[in-house]
C-alpha cells in the first residue's frame, strides 16, 4: 500500500502562484497530478518519472512546472500565472506499471478572476 500526501491548495487571485507538494510513503516510478473541475472528467496536468521525464498537459504548457524530490519521495507542481480555468481539485496520482495506481485525496485550487 502507498500514502500520498497532499498539500499547497487554496484560493488565489488570477496571475498569481501556488505550489502543490505530494509526498510518498515509499518510492513509486511515476508520479502526477490531475484536476477535476465541477461537471468535468479528471483530467492529466503533468507527469514525472524516477529518471525526472516529464509531460504536461497543453492548457498548462508554459505556466506549470512539475519536480521531483526521490529522496523524500515528493513531487511538485508549480503553478504560476494562474487562471480561473485552472479552479479544481488537484489529485496527487502515483503509478507502479503493470502493479497499480494510488490517487491522493485531492486539494481544492480556486483562481478568481
Known amino acids: 500500500q502507498v500514502q500520498l500526501v497532499e498539500s499547497g491548495g487554496g484560493l488565489v487571485q488570477a496571475g498569481e502562484s501556488l505550489r502543490l507538494s505530494c509526498a510518498a510513503s515509499r518510492s513509486i516510478f511515476s508520479m502526477g497530478w490531475y484536476r477535476q473541475a465541477p461537471g468535468k472528467q479528471r483530467a492529466l496536468v503533468a507527469r514525472i518519472t524516477l529518471c525526472g521525464n516529464t509531460a504536461y498537459a497543453d492548457p498548462v504548457k508554459g505556466r506549470f512546472t512539475i519536480s521531483r524530490d526521490n529522496a523524500k519521495n515528493t513531487i511538485y507542481l508549480q503553478m504560476n500565472s494562474l487562471k480561473p480555468e485552472d479552479t479544481a481539485v488537484y489529485y496527487c496520482?502515483?503509478?507502479?506499471?503493470?502493479?497499480?495506481?494510488?490517487w491522493g485525496q485531492g486539494t481544492q485550487v480556486t483562481v478568481s478572476s
Open positions: 496520482n502515483a503509478d507502479q506499471p503493470g502493479v497499480r495506481t494510488w
